[in-house]
């Protein structure tokens, strides 16, 4: 997360300036920063895509993929968003350069052009998450798919992110962890995940059976409450 400085609104300041001192709060922080994080408000709502909370958003990725089963998936790695960083335009640049990568840009400014629902990212078998200036809010939705999420390490973490089981051979891996803070080894993990479905769709199911059936709980009426389950 950042922002302009009124003083100076060429200076863009991190989501955790001047974390030096005392007890801090936020939504985001580094493995090495200080810091008690709190859920975003992307439980709460999130208008701009469209999202109108996390129960509502589970309820509707349900109900898509009640109709789906794995092999009627898109055997696609898709993304779609705003090209804010430049690890979103290389993972565009290396992604799109394969028969299976799907990588677009949604033009907020220009009516939404690109916007598919985050239900109807269910859809596709692999799903990408790439950051932008910090964490990308949208990873929580996209865990709610029975579909692989593909990710670069991540450099921000949230509060449910203890959820998240990325390492390789794990019985209970439910994402890809890339080794690096950029889309080195993207084509070779695609590539596995292509030709191993049983491999793929297990970790589909890991995330299905982690996060959207049992561990991230959100309670509407307390907005700044959720609950990572036992």
């Not at 300041?13 to 200080?34: I, P, V």
């Not at 998936?73 to 968003?81: H, I, P, Q, T, V």
Request: aromatic share 10%.
């Amino acid at each position: 997360m950042s922002t302009r400085t009124k003083a100076d609104p060429g200076r863009t300041c991190s989501a955790t300036d001047n974390l030096e001192n005392g007890a801090h709060f936020g939504l985001t922080k580094r493995d090495s920063d200080r810091m008690f994080l709190l859920p975003d408000f992307g439980f709460y709502s999130w208008p701009e895509p469209r999202v109108l909370g996390w129960q509502d958003a589970r309820r509707k990725a349900i109900e898509f993929d009640a109709r789906l089963n794995w092999t009627s998936k898109e055997d696609k790695l898709f993304w779609r968003g705003a090209y804010l960083s430049q690890l979103r335009h290389d993972l565009r640049d290396v992604a799109n350069a394969h028969p299976w990568g799907d990588i677009g840009e949604i033009k907020w400014g220009e009516g939404a052009t690109g916007w598919i629902s985050m239900e109807q990212h269910c859809g596709k078998r692999f799903l990408a998450d790439a950051d932008s200036h910090s964490y990308s809010g949208r990873l929580k939705y996209l865990m709610l798919c029975r579909s692989v999420v593909v990710s670069h390490r991540k450099q921000w973490r949230q509060s449910w992110h203890g959820a998240l089981d990325g390492r390789p051979g794990s019985p209970t891996q439910n994402f890809i962890e890339l080794g690096a803070e950029s889309w080195d080894g993207l084509v070779e993990a695609v590539d596995d995940l292509r030709a191993r479905p049983s491999y793929a769709e297990a970790i589909a199911e890991n995330a299905v059976r982690a996060l959207r059936d049992r561990c991230v709980a959100f309670r509407p009426r307390r907005p700044s409450q959720v609950e990572l389950c036992p």
